[in-house]
């Protein structure tokens, strides 16, 4: 049963139709106060509850702890999230130009990870995209390519990692086998364990042991 929704930041691919699900649904919606300001009275105070947390507090919803963690990207007040049962962890990182020490400190130990895999850079370079879409894709607070996934992969601690998946993959400037080959090489080439996300199909259930 689902009890939230949690919001990393404003964008319409990610916030679009959560107000409407959630008052149809009479569950909160969570948010920071950047992300709550810049959807404004339309999404906010239309929902039947309206959370808000600070990107460097940790809070629950129910028996899942989350701890939000601030990155470059170009909305208000993005923030992603390790969430956790108290023993377990599971890092998501999309939505990010480019990584931080912060950032990798806090994916450190996860026994799961979603990490973006936006875009080729070759693919980006080649596409149809205007010159200033490509320059805000690439941007210090734009999306994370492929090698740039698989290099904050290589510097983390991996010995608990039991799942890896690559997501918020571009339908046009990337594919799967691009992204799922990255990530491999950073696991000693082991590209099988690599799963992905897809835009149309999301992901099926994984449990952590």
């Known amino acids: 049963m689902l009890t939230a929704i949690v919001l990393t930041h404003e964008h319409g691919d990610h916030a679009n139709g959560a107000g409407a699900f959630a008052r149809r649904s009479r569950i909160p919606l969570w948010m920071t106060a950047g992300t709550a300001q810049a959807l404004g009275a339309p999404v906010c105070d239309a929902v039947p509850t309206l959370c808000q947390f600070g990107s460097h507090e940790h809070f629950a919803i129910g ?3 989350l701890h939000p963690y601030i990155v470059p990207h170009d909305a208000r007040e993005p923030c992603q999230f390790v969430f956790s049962d108290g023993a377990r962890r599971l890092g998501l990182l999309t939505d990010v130009g480019h990584v931080t020490p912060h950032i990798e400190a806090q994916l450190q130990g996860c026994d799961a990870l ?4 936006n875009h080729d850079l070759d693919l980006l370079a080649d596409s149809a995209y205007p010159p200033s ?4 894709i690439g941007g210090p607070h734009g999306h994370l390519d492929n090698e740039a996934a698989a290099a904050l992969l290589a510097r983390l601690d ?3 990692l039991q799942h890896i998946v690559a ?5 046009k400037t990337n594919t799967p086998w691009l992204a799922r080959t990255a990530l491999g090489s950073s696991l000693g080439g082991e590209a099988a364990r690599v799963e992905i996300a897809s835009q149309d199909g999301g992901l099926l259930w994984r449990e952590l042991v």
Do not use: Q, T, V
């Open 133 to 136: 879409l490509k320059a805000r």
């Open 158 to 160: 991996g010995n608990r």
């Open 114 to 117: 979603i990490l973006e895999c």
């Open 167 to 171: 997501a918020h993959l571009s339908e």
């Open 63 to 65: 028996d899942i702890e």
